[in-house]
């Protein structure tokens, strides 16, 4: 399945060449090292983010003084909006097969945890880029090339994924984001009050989700009138919510007069919402996602995964999401 854009025939520095088309230049650079790595600073009128280059990360993104962003406490969970490459999501049993070998793999893949180059950056922008290495070969074979994309415009960031296949053969991934949200808390500590609102008026199909995999079970969302979904300490008792099948590609976070401070918009064939299971953590994710965990007992090969993505020889990979802050 594939829900992205792909083009054929691209250059290889596909962030540098974004860069070089829209007139960005390489000395307009804001950046500072911290802790053996760098960070990215962004901004213009209205909102300043920063950014890792470990793991291409979005660390801080704040309006008027108010941070958007959770602060990566490791009391409730030690990062704050993770890309997800090649992997969405866990593999049963912690491998996966492709051409009669077996690969151990990880929850979510391994960008988050790898150092990225800062391929372009101006005041308002910066791509970073990973390149395929004989760590990532050892774990995962193919040749690849990912560059992501942040962009400032008013109260949005735009986030753009590139992936290229470097190989010389057909390249299997998913990719996706885990962004996390500081959510207005009740007097408790509590998500009392909020609301999630769905460009949908439909009751949604959720998938359950169990011990890190896909259920062969569903769940409804039900929504008001206003296509709202109220959220509370409870919300996330059973892990996330995975909405699949295209069901949405819009998610605001509300406030108690259902004003938002959040919006995420998407192309991607499944969201997920999420937060640490019966933690009342301050904080939520929106997760757009092309692909997805395993579903408990899968065995089948790596083209088998469902909404895996492929690439041929040479193809790029277009997705990504948006984000808005009120």
């Known amino acids: 399945m594939y829900n992205g854009v792909r083009e054929s025939g691209c250059g290889r520095d596909a962030g540098s060449a974004i860069a070089s088309a829209t007139g960005r230049s390489e000395s307009e650079k804001t950046s500072v090292f911290k802790e053996g790595y760098m960070q990215v600073e962004l901004s213009n009128d209205t909102i300043q983010a920063v950014f890792d280059t470990h793991g291409a990360e979005l660390k801080s993104l704040k309006k ?193 007069d259902k004003k938002p401070y959040v919006t995420l918009e998407f192309s991607t064939p499944i969201v997920g919402i999420w937060s640490p299971e019966k933690k009342n953590a301050p904080f939520l994710c929106i997760e757009p996602w092309y692909g997805r965990a395993d579903a408990a007992g899968f065995n089948g090969d790596l083209q088998e995964r469902k909404y895996e993505q492929s690439l041929e020889p040479g193809e790029v990979f277009r997705g990504g999401y948006q984000m808005k802050f009120d």
């Open 64 to 256: 008027n003084g108010r941070e958007y962003m959770w602060n990566a406490d490791p009391a409730y969970w030690n990062r704050t909006s993770p890309v997800l490459f090649p992997f969405v999501g866990a593999v049963c049993g912690g491998e996966y097969r492709y051409h009669g070998y077996t690969y151990p793999m990880g929850q979510h893949g391994f960008a988050r945890d790898m150092e990225f180059e800062i391929a372009a950056q101006t005041n308002t922008s910066v791509s970073f880029r990973l390149d395929s290495n004989a760590e990532t070969l050892d774990v995962y074979p193919f040749e690849f090339e990912l560059t992501i994309i942040y962009s400032l415009n008013n109260n949005k960031l735009q986030v753009s994924w590139l992936v290229k296949n470097l190989d010389n053969k057909q390249m299997y991934f998913s990719i996706g984001g885990h962004p996390a949200f500081m959510v207005k808390t009740d007097e408790r500590g509590t998500f009392s009050g909020n609301y999630l609102q769905f460009d949908s008026h439909e009751t949604l199909i959720a998938t359950d989700f169990a011990d890190g995999l896909v259920q062969d079970a569903t769940h409804e969302i039900k929504l008001d009138e206003d296509g709202c979904m109220a959220i509370d300490e409870h919300t996330f008792d059973n892990g996330v919510h995975i909405i699949e099948h295209d069901q949405v590609q819009k998610v605001s976070l509300l406030d108690s």
